[in-house]
């Protein structure tokens, strides 16, 4: 596992960008973070926002963990438009004070999946894949 900040503070830092190489664990004080390639399918695809099963053709070359800014946009799992991630969170009910605690993981420029509570459209399993990759993210208490 590979800590990443050595603070006290149970919060996550306010401005972050670290980069994520699969099969790697990643440990913050307040949360903790994988990215595992599967050698094959799931029997069934996590339901729990704490993981997720994405297409790993989608991943391009680079992929960076850091915290969200305002003017980022991804196309939420089951939507066609893009969407504001300020609004995702707004329409979530998510206090501004927390969404700090969220990070997201992206791609090339992209974002792949906002940490713990929804994937972008583009990186969903289909009947196609051939590549999975397995996302885990954890608050700790």
Same mark, same amino acid.
Request: charged share 25%; net charge neutral; glycine share 6%.
């Given at each position: 596992?590979?800590?990443?900040?050595?603070?006290?503070?149970?919060?996550?830092?306010?401005?972050?960008?670290?980069?994520?190489?699969?099969?790697?664990?990643?440990?913050?004080?307040?949360?903790?973070?994988?990215?595992?390639?599967?050698?094959?399918?799931?029997?069934?695809?996590?339901?729990?926002?704490?993981?997720?099963?994405?297409?790993?053709?989608?991943?391009?070359?680079?992929?960076?963990?850091? &915290?969200?800014?305002?003017?980022? $946009?991804?196309?939420? =799992?089951?939507?066609?438009? /893009?969407? %504001?991630?300020?609004?995702?969170? @707004?329409?979530?009910?998510?206090?501004?004070?927390?969404?700090?605690?969220?990070?997201?993981?992206? &791609?090339?420029?992209?974002?792949? $999946?906002?940490?713990? =509570?929804?994937?972008?459209? /583009?990186? %969903?399993?289909?009947?196609?894949? @051939?590549?999975?990759?397995?996302?885990?993210?954890?608050?700790?208490?």
């Amino acid at each position: 596992m590979v800590k990443l900040t050595p603070s006290n503070s149970p919060e996550i830092p306010v401005d972050f960008a670290y980069p994520v190489e699969l099969g790697s664990e990643y440990a913050f004080e307040a949360f903790s973070f994988s990215a595992k390639p599967l050698s094959e399918a799931p029997d069934t695809l996590p339901r729990s926002g704490d993981r997720a099963v994405i297409d790993g053709s989608v991943l391009g070359h680079s992929l960076t963990i850091r &915290s969200w800014k305002p003017g980022d $946009w991804f196309t939420p =799992l089951g939507m066609r438009g /893009r969407k %504001k991630l300020s609004d995702f969170f @707004t329409d979530h009910k998510i206090p501004q004070e927390r969404r700090s605690l969220f990070p997201v993981l992206e &791609s090339d420029g992209s974002i792949v $999946w906002i940490c713990g =509570l929804r994937l972008d459209d /583009r990186a %969903k399993v289909t009947p196609s894949t @051939t590549r999975w990759v397995e996302l885990s993210f954890h608050h700790h208490a």
